[in-house]
Each structure stands twice: as C-alpha cells, then as structure tokens.
Nanobody, 113 residues
C-alpha cells in the first residue's frame, strides 16, 4: 500500500517562500509519477506541477514561474519549492500518485501578513 505524507506548510508572509515535502512509503519515489495540486476554499482543485518517472517536470499556471519540483531518491521524497508567495496561494497542498490514485492528507499553506 502506497502512502503519501505532505509537510512543510504554515503561515508565510506575502513575498515569502517555502518548501513542501511529499514522503512516499510503500514504493520507491522514482518508480512512479508524482503530481502536486492545491485546493483553496470554495475553489476546484488545481494542478501545479508534475514529475514523471524519468524525472521530467512540468509546471502549470498559476505557479509555473514561481516553483521548483525536485526529488530525493534516498529520502523517497519529492519537494515543491515555492517563492514570491501571494495571498492567492493560500490553499491546502496535496501530492498525488496517479498510479493507483493515491493522495496525501494535504498540508495547509496560508499567505498573510
């Protein structure tokens, strides 16, 4: 059974940065694609970034110029680094493995002064 656990969220001032982690257990992180999503209150879940098995990364609006996705195979973890955060980035952030449709519990990010 694959499990995903996100962490790294919290309260960040506008213009700040943070790094979210997604720890994968029950399988090797490099053996599966990992996606990051977010969902703000009252809004649909939106795709932010994807990493393929081979490591190819794609970024999507509205964060494509402000984030970086990378993987640590030894820690079995995928990281989503975000910068120049805005209040509109406030949401619950989720990692997702589309193979098997596994989701983490999410981590809350709040951007506010």
């Amino acid at each position: 059974q694959v499990q995903l656990v996100e962490s790294g969220g919290g309260l960040v001032p506008p213009g700040g940065s943070l790094s979210l982690s997604c720890v994968v257990s029950g399988g090797a992180v490099y053996d599966r694609p990992i996606y990051w999503y977010r969902q703000a209150p009252g809004k649909e879940r939106e795709l932010l970034a994807t990493m393929a098995v081979g490591g190819t990364v794609y970024y999507y609006d509205p964060v494509k110029d402000r984030c970086s996705l990378h993987r640590d195979n030894f820690k079995n973890t995928v990281y989503l680094d975000m910068e120049r955060l805005m209040p509109e980035d406030t949401a619950v952030y989720y990692c997702h493995s589309p193979w098997g449709d596994y989701w983490g519990q999410g981590t809350q990010v709040t951007v506010s002064s």
